[in-house]
């Protein structure tokens, strides 16, 4: 996914920077690697991170900066980065802890995730509420939210909101229970790696997963982020945050179009767009 951007030449030095900060062979990651390789988490979430990254510099480059900033799950870290909170390689670097750390966390086959659709947020809280082992994991949109836990748990949860009116309850393609309880051991591991970097306050306002409201000081992201992985994305609440901040132009950096397909329910009437190559960039009708 990365060859595009790969042929500008500050966007190759800065694989070439985080690539030595961080040991990884992003490079090939970016250019050669084959599905399989990439499904991993251990290697998607450094490859995205350091591709929103890239996309961010090449969108200043146009002339076009963010005024405000979230990221879902990892995107916060590119957000952050964009923020001005943390050197580019030092964020991947934590970046590729957080995926090793998710990745050993979770026993293959152990637990999984699903989308609900259909049902609100209240109502699939209900449904879980004497469940000890399945947790909202994701709250999208106010018809989609992202259950977690164990592949028992899920099963037993999906019939639960089936009889309580979710249209449908469909199983994604991941290798564990991420932003649950069950990711405690990796979140301990991720705040050392997160302790090491030089936190600044952001420069412009980053909305926080864990709360949907801004990131205060950069003393307080470690904490944050540490809790993000064990706690649920309030993605809702985060665009919420930004529509209040007076931002009607949205543009969802990556490689695929999923959270601009959320604006239609999150934010009606404003602006929103997908780039994830430089072409997209050259051909944005955005010039400030």
């Not at 998607?44 to 929103?52: K, S, Y």
């Not at 412009?204 to 709360?211: F, Q």
């Not at 994305?233 to 007076?246: G, I, K, T």
Request: aromatic share 2%.
């Amino acid at each position: 996914m990365g060859s595009d951007v790969l042929e500008d030449e500050e966007i190759s030095a800065l694989c070439d920077d985080c690539a030595s900060a961080t040991g990884l062979e992003l490079r090939r990651l970016l250019t050669t690697a084959g599905d399989d390789e990439l499904r991993l988490t251990q290697n998607a979430q450094p490859v995205l991170c350091f591709m929103g990254l890239a996309l961010t510099q090449l969108l200043r480059r146009r002339g076009i900066a963010p005024a405000a900033a979230a990221g879902h799950s990892v995107g916060e870290y590119t957000a952050l980065a964009a923020a001005g909170s943390a050197d580019a390689p030092h964020v991947l670097k934590a970046v590729v802890e957080r995926g090793r750390a998710m990745a050993d966390a979770a026993p293959a086959g152990a637990s999984s995730m699903a989308a609900v659709l259909g049902l609100d947020a209240e109502a699939i809280e209900a449904a879980l509420a004497e469940m000890n082992d399945v947790w909202p994991a994701n709250y999208n949109t106010p018809t989609q939210t992202v259950i977690a836990g164990t592949t028992a748990g899920l099963e037993a949860a999906t019939h639960r909101l089936q009889a309580s009116g979710a249209k449908r309850v469909i199983p994604l393609n991941v290798s564990a229970a991420f932003h649950t309880p069950l990711m405690a051991p990796a979140a301990e591991r991720l705040r050392a790696a997160l302790d090491r970097i030089e936190w600044r306050t952001p420069r412009i306002a980053v909305m926080a997963n864990l709360t949907g409201r801004p990131h205060q000081g950069g003393d307080r992201i470690p904490h944050v982020m540490e809790m993000q992985l064990r706690s649920p994305v309030r993605w809702a609440s985060c665009v919420a945050s930004l529509v209040e901040a007076s931002c009607d132009t949205f543009i969802e950096i990556g490689p695929k179009k999923a959270l601009t397909g959320m604006m239609r329910e999150l934010a009606p009437g404003k602006s929103a767009v997908a780039v994830g190559t430089s072409k997209a960039i050259e051909e944005l009708p955005i010039t400030a």
